[in-house]
């Protein structure tokens, strides 16, 4: 099981409190869990990635063991804690703006 | 006994102003989407309880809401705005070329004869309709593809698509207006488009009086007469009586001619409605006065209306989006300020109260007029 924890404007938008949990086969990469969010929730299309470039959002982040993998290849399998559930994979959006 | 729905967007949520007929004791009910920019809201005609929303955010995109039983829940539907065919290029500020990129929806209008259909005017500019509640959309790209377009450059708010008229004794007009390209029409549906600016002069563009390149703020008529047309532009507030083909101003004695809302009287064709502000460099209202101007002329002849509304010390805004009218009788006024206030006038304009006073800074204001 992969825990994710959105952004609450995000929960608050897909009608979810507290984490997301996913049944993910390996390989666990950032964008399947991406993609199996949207699956599962389709009122996110669009909303942590655009939907035509399928780029993340600049103001958000993906967080993985306290670690920023934004910029890493979104193919690259997550670290062994967030593939097994021990750790949360963090979509954070930037504190940023009123 | 008729009632009235307001359905404000402001930049932190939605909210719905409700009241009887006589419009001096309201309900109010939000936010809606609470910290989410909801930059317009709108219902059919066709079916009241049937409304569009759009909600956009810089973190989180666009996303579209309706709601089928007025505005009491909502669901989330489309939000894939593809620009069809060749995506081309446009000017951008310091003159260099951008591709055409989909930012967010500013102004949503339902058909009124379908409420499964309606229009979204886009930024970067452009038309889209949706046919199946707001679940998929498609651009009407006969605009886009308008041989002007490539020189369209946007204002300072963005290259945005902000007003939708529909022409409601000819289902094949509609005109709309974009920032700062101009005013365009189209006879056949929305297929092909034509610049009507002639007679708009802009003094702050090479050719004051080009065939676009017009920073159009909005641009409203009456049903009853669909072919006149009012214009608030930049500077100048405009009136056409041939659709667009000719304008020529109407400023008058308004103690500015710059501003964003024009509105016109549910009942009243010649009966207009403006608010206008000190200059393009001070949003703000002259003087420090809250004051709306109507003209009962069609334009030229103006007077202040200001009994209710602040006369010292208002340094608020009025979007373009942001004025509106009932259809009840004698006829409401509505408008939203950047300072969180909606006012209301219930006799067409010679009195005004605070239906609320401390929203969010409104970014429109429409109303329902209900059975």
């Known amino acids: 099981m992969i825990r994710v924890i959105l952004p609450a404007h995000l929960r608050r938008l897909a009608n979810l409190s507290g984490e997301v949990h996913l049944d993910l086969s390996p390989p666990v990469t950032p964008r399947r869990i991406v993609d199996e969010i949207e699956r599962l929730y389709p009122a996110l299309r669009g909303t942590i990635r655009d939907a035509h ?18 910029f890493a290849d979104p193919d690259q399998p997550v670290a062994p804690p967030v593939a097994t559930g021990e750790e949360p994979f963090i979509i954070l959006g930037a504190i940023a703006g009123g | 006994m008729s009632s009235v729905r307001v359905l404000v967007g402001t930049r932190k949520g939605a909210f719905i102003l409700s009241s009887d007929g006589k419009r001096q004791n309201w309900q109010v009910d939000g936010p809606h989407f609470g910290g989410w920019e909801i930059f317009h809201l709108k219902g059919s005609a066709v079916d009241p309880n049937r409304i569009y929303a759009s909600q956009a955010s810089e973190w989180f995109g666009q996303v579209m809401h309706r709601s089928d039983d007025g505005g009491k829940t909502w669901q989330t539907v489309g939000n894939q705005f593809q620009y069809r065919g060749e995506v081309g290029s446009h000017q951008w500020f310091d003159g260099s070329i951008k591709p055409w990129t989909f930012r967010r929806v500013w102004h949503l209008e339902p058909s009124p004869l379908d409420a ?164 393009d460099s001070e949003h703000y209202p002259p003087e420090g006065k809250l004051r709306v101007y109507r003209s009962r002329t069609g334009g030229n002849e103006w007077e202040a209306l200001t009994h209710g509304l602040p006369q010292q010390n208002c340094y608020v805004n009025v979007l373009r989006d942001a004025m509106a009218v009932d259809e009840l009788d004698p006829g409401g006024v509505y408008f939203g300020t950047t300072g969180g206030q909606v006012y209301v006038s219930a006799d067409g304009g010679d009195h005004w109260q605070s239906i609320v006073h401390d929203l969010p800074a409104v970014l429109s204001v429409e109303v329902q007029t209900l059975p």
């Open chain 2, 116 to 279: 499964d259909t309606v229009f979204a005017g886009v930024e970067d500019a452009a038309l889209f309709r949706s046919t199946d509640g707001g679940q998929t959309w498609e651009e009407l790209n006969g605009l886009r593809q308008h041989g002007t377009s490539a020189d369209w450059h946007p204002g300072a708010g963005g290259l945005c698509l902000h007003t939708i008229l529909l022409d409601p004794q000819n289902p094949r007009r509609m005109f709309v207006a974009i920032s700062a390209a101009g005013a365009f029409r189209s006879d056949d549906g929305g297929e092909s488009w034509l610049p009507i600016n002639r007679g708009l002069k802009s003094d702050y563009i090479p050719d004051p009086e080009a065939e676009f390149g017009h920073c159009v703020h909005r641009i409203a008529l009456h049903p009853a007469r669909p072919q006149v047309l009012f214009m608030q532009k930049h500077w100048d507030v405009m009136r056409s009586d041939d659709a667009g083909d000719h304008w020529y101003e109407i400023s008058g004695n308004l103690p500015s001619d710059f501003g964003f809302v024009v509105a016109v009287h549910a009942h009243e064709p010649d009966t207009l409605y403006v608010l206008p502000i000190k200059s």
């Open chain 1, 53 to 70: 470039t399928r780029q993340r959002r600049p103001y958000l982040r993906f967080f993985a063991c306290r670690e920023d993998v934004s």
